[in-house]
């Protein structure tokens, strides 16, 4: 079975700063990894993926994550903060498989932004 | 394009009663998954329906349950209520090609069990 961890459950960093989240998985295939942001009130939203190909993917926002094999991890990061950063982020591996498809999720970092 | 639509967006009940939440994917998207939020266990699957299939399920008890209509919209039901099963429900559509592709998901419906 698939895992996620994302060691950091809360992170402060000041405006203008850059950020890197962390994320290690578990997964015996080819991951397709994900991660999503949410903000209080509202469903994640989906950052950045990767299923294949270059190891660095770009998403919106500003932020990008790289896969790294080898470490089992894919961290986001993004080299300066906007207040508006502030909120919640999760990692997810899918795990596509038997014409099915689900994601497991990290517990999520939260990040607080200081102006 | 409309995105993912959940009603209602909070309830409150009481053990024992059951509860049916209901979600309209984005208009072209056959599948639909639910989610369940908790501060403690995080964002976990409960199951996907596609073409008004079950594809997958998770693993929560049989008091969870869904179904989902010819039109795409879903609905999922939990019998019993307990205090536990206070938690955000999220729903996700996608357009259900293959087995890739992103989740939309909608605000979520927030469920408090007293």
């Known amino acids: 079975a698939q895992s996620v961890t994302q060691p950091d459950i809360h992170i402060t960093v000041s405006e203008g700063a850059s950020l890197e989240l962390r994320c290690n998985y578990s997964?015996?295939?080819?991951?397709?990894l994900f991660w999503y942001v949410q903000s209080p009130g509202q469903g994640p939203q989906l950052l950045l993926k990767y299923f294949s190909g270059d190891t660095l993917v770009q998403g919106i926002k500003g932020f990008e994550a790289e896969f790294k094999r080898s470490q089992s991890s894919f961290n986001l990061r993004k080299p300066s903060v906007h207040w508006s950063d502030a909120a919640e982020y999760f990692c997810?591996?899918?795990?596509?498989?038997?014409?099915?498809?689900?994601?497991?999720f990290g517990k999520g970092t939260k990040l607080s932004v200081i102006p | 394009k409309a995105g993912v639509t959940q009603t209602p967006r909070y309830l409150i009940k009481t053990r024992g009663q059951q509860v049916t939440l209901s979600c309209s994917p984005i208009?072209?998207?056959?599948?639909v998954s639910w989610y369940q939020q908790t501060p403690g266990q995080g964002l976990q699957f409960l199951f996907e329906?596609?073409?008004?299939?079950?594809?997958n399920k998770g693993n929560f008890p049989g008091r969870f349950s869904g179904r989902q209509f010819s039109n795409s919209r879903s609905e999922m039901n939990v019998s019993t209520l307990e205090l536990g099963d206070s938690a955000l429900y999220l729903c996700a559509s996608r357009t259900g090609q293959g087995s890739t592709g992103e989740l939309f998901f909608g605000e979520g419906s927030r469920l408090t069990v007293l």
């Open positions: 997810a591996v899918g795990a596509p498989g038997a014409g099915s498809y689900q994601l497991t």
């Open positions: 208009s072209g998207h056959r599948s």
């Open positions: 997964y015996g295939a080819t991951p397709y």
């Open positions: 329906y596609f073409s008004e299939t079950q594809r």
